[in-house]
């Protein structure tokens, strides 16, 4: 079945340590997109992509990083310089990144770390 | 600056009962409105979505959303609640910034059906 995978669904890290969350999609999308949720903040865009070894920060990439190597891979690298890093991490795709998408994404069932 | 905006943290229905879960919106132009459903450590589900057209959009599960362009509103309808449709719900709109697309979300509305 097409989709978006995420993993691991559940993280553990020590504070001061990297971590990579796993976004991989089958759904030949072009842009892709992590999100970032925290209870009653909504969702809040980290970094997105519209096409291969592209990305764009979005409004809280301070302290995460992200590659675009292959079309159906955008990996979330959560550095040890994110002050508050545990959340729960939303992958998504859309067909296309440009105008004439309508915009409407498609989610991974998401990732959450915590810090201890 | 383009915003979304869900005015009540928890919305509380009886099961049979209509709904409404309400949100509006602040952007330029012509605006793209969506409705998003998310269940208890899942991603979300897309319900609907506003593109052009008729204000009454009808999507998924049986829920329906009004756009209102002069009171700049998008609420979320559905004639009958279930125990089922306990959930956390999402209003977003399109936001287009130097030639991209993206998705700007309101907080949430978590919705409690009671039996």
């Known amino acids: 079945d097409g989709g978006i995978t995420q993993s691991p669904k559940y993280l553990f890290r020590k504070e001061g340590q990297n971590v990579t969350l796993s976004c991989e999609q089958n759904?030949?999308?072009?842009?892709m997109y992590w999100y970032r949720q925290d209870p009653g903040q909504g969702l809040r865009l980290i970094y997105y992509?519209?096409?291969?070894?592209?990305?764009q920060k979005g409004d809280i990439a301070e302290g995460y990083s992200v590659s675009r190597e292959k079309k159906e891979s955008f990996p979330l690298t959560v550095t040890s310089a994110q002050k508050n890093p545990t959340a729960f991490y939303l992958c998504?795709?859309?067909?296309?990144?440009?105008?004439?998408?309508?915009?409407?994404?498609?989610f991974g069932e998401g990732s959450r770390l915590t810090v201890l | 600056a383009q915003s979304v905006a869900q005015p009540e943290d928890q919305v509380n229905v009886a099961e049979g009962n209509p709904l409404t879960v309400k949100c509006t919106y602040s952007v330029s132009g012509n605006p793209y409105l969506f409705w998003y459903v998310q269940y208890p450590n899942r991603g979300l589900q897309f319900l609907l979505k506003y593109i052009t057209g008729d204000n009454l959009v009808k999507g998924s599960y049986g829920f329906e959303a009004e756009f209102n362009k002069s009171q700049t509103s998008f609420h979320l309808k559905k004639p009958s609640a279930l125990v089922s449709d306990s959930a956390l719900y999402f209003c977003?709109?399109?936001?287009?910034?130097?030639?991209?697309?993206?998705?700007?979300f309101g907080a949430g509305t978590r919705l409690a059906v009671h039996p």
């Open positions: 998504a795709s859309s067909p296309q990144g440009v105008s004439g998408d309508t915009g409407e994404l498609f």
């Open positions: 759904l030949n999308h072009d842009a």
């Open positions: 992509s519209q096409i291969v070894n592209d990305f």
């Open positions: 977003a709109v399109r936001a287009v910034s130097g030639g991209y697309n993206k998705l700007i």
